[in-house]
Structure formats: structure tokens, C-alpha cells
């Protein structure tokens, strides 16, 4: 039956596997997926994280097919990507980049996109993307140097989380908080339900038993 495949969760990401336990899902197995995610030459925000999403669980989808214990796995991608216009920010890796991020968005409203894929072992690909909108209040001198030094923009994409103490800089949020921490939560709790994955089967593990 399916609700018996186990789950994967294509990403080394600790947010994305907290905000899973956050709603009762554990996965069985987590897979980082190393792949390029270089944008493609005028390839819009939307699309990448569609593109990396897909391929994350694509690419964790031929590893695991060389092991048994895994191979008919439920495979669970996703990708973040940031973007002011149709410019795409990096994941910041320098404090350069990270500063550029951050004056970018400085009193600004952008756009956070998170691509989420099933990957089936019959070959079944669900998919789904979510948008939503974020504004920055306008940024001090002080506010982005402390924000440089404090290094919680490394490898972030827009060079923040809102998780953390980015959350100080948030105007407005329109959609999906979750979404913007790393994982758009009711769309994948969704999509995992329409490939049979039981999202609830440990809701009442710790139920308190009558007197």
C-alpha cells in the first residue's frame, strides 16, 4: 500500500526537516541532492524554483534506486529562491553579497517563490509552487552591519531568514510564512496526502490515555 513507502526528504536542510516534525512528519531517510543551481540564461525566479525542485528530487530519485532498503521511497524536493523584479538573489556565501541582498531589499516588497515535488517510485511527479510577498522596512547603516556580523545570511537565499533575527527587518508578509522559512507547509502536507502519504499517522502518538 502506499501509505506503508517511506518518506525521503531530498535536502540537507534543518529548517525544512523542522517545519516536517512541526506537523507530525518524520522522514524516513534524508538525502541531500547535490545539484548545479546555477539559473538557466533568462530563466524567471518562478521557474527555478519549479526547475530545482523537480531536480532535487529527480537526482535523489537515482540514488536511491541503487538501494534496496530505499528504492520505493516517496521522495519529498524542494527549493527556495528569492528575487526582487525578475532578479534572482544568490544564496549568499560573503558578506559582499550578502550586503548587496540586503540594500536591495531595503524598504522594499519582494517576492519569495518555493517550488515543493513528490517524486513517486511509479514515476508519478506532483509539483506545486508558492509565491509570496515579503517587505523589508527600510534599513539602516547599523541594521545591515549588525546583520553582516552576526553571519546568519550565510547561505541564505536573499542573504536573510526570517526565522532568525532577519524576522526584526519584516514589514508585511503576504502568503506563506513557512513557505519563506523553507517549506510552504499546507501545500505539502496536500501533496504528499494525494500520493497516499499518511501526513497525520503520528497525531495522536502522545495522546494521554483516559483515567
Known amino acids: 500500500m502506499t501509505k506503508e513507502l ?3 526528504l531530498a535536502s540537507g536542510s534543518p529548517r525544512r526537516l523542522a517545519l516536517l516534525q512541526q506537523i507530525g512528519i518524520e522522514p524516513d531517510f534524508l538525502l541531500p541532492a547535490d545539484i548545479d543551481e546555477t539559473p538557466v540564461r533568462g530563466e524567471s525566479p518562478r521557474a ?5 525542485a523537480r531536480g532535487k528530487a529527480a537526482a535523489a530519485r537515482v540514488l536511491i534506486d541503487r538501494d534496496e532498503e530505499k528504492a520505493h521511497s516517496i521522495i519529498l524536493g524542494s527549493d527556495t529562491v528569492v528575487a526582487v523584479g525578475r532578479r534572482i ?5 560573503s558578506k559582499e553579497q550578502a550586503s548587496v541582498c540586503l540594500q536591495l531589499l531595503s524598504g522594499r516588497m519582494h517576492k519569495v517563490y518555493t517550488g515543493v515535488c513528490v517524486n ?5 511527479v506532483r509539483t506545486k509552487l508558492v509565491e509570496t510577498r515579503v517587505r523589508f522596512r527600510r534599513l ?12 546568519e545570511w550565510r547561505g541564505k537565499a536573499g542573504g536573510y531568514a526570517i526565522q532568525g533575527l532577519a524576522g526584526a527587518f519584516i514589514a508585511r508578509v503576504i502568503g506563506s ?4 522559512v ?6 505539502t502536507a496536500n501533496l504528499l496526502q494525494s500520493a497516499g502519504y499518511p501526513t497525520q499517522k503520528t497525531w495522536d ?3 494521554v490515555p483516559a483515567a
Open 120 to 124: 513517486m517510485p511509479d514515476g508519478v
Open 205 to 207: 502518538e502522545d495522546a
Open 6 to 8: 517511506p518518506l525521503v
Open 140 to 151: 539602516s547603516a547599523n541594521d545591515t552591519d549588525k546583520y553582516l556580523a552576526s553571519g
Open 177 to 180: 510564512y513557512p513557505s519563506v
Open 89 to 93: 538573489l544568490p544564496k549568499a556565501e
Open 48 to 52: 527555478l524554483a519549479q526547475r530545482l
Open 182 to 187: 523553507g517549506l510552504p507547509l499546507l501545500e
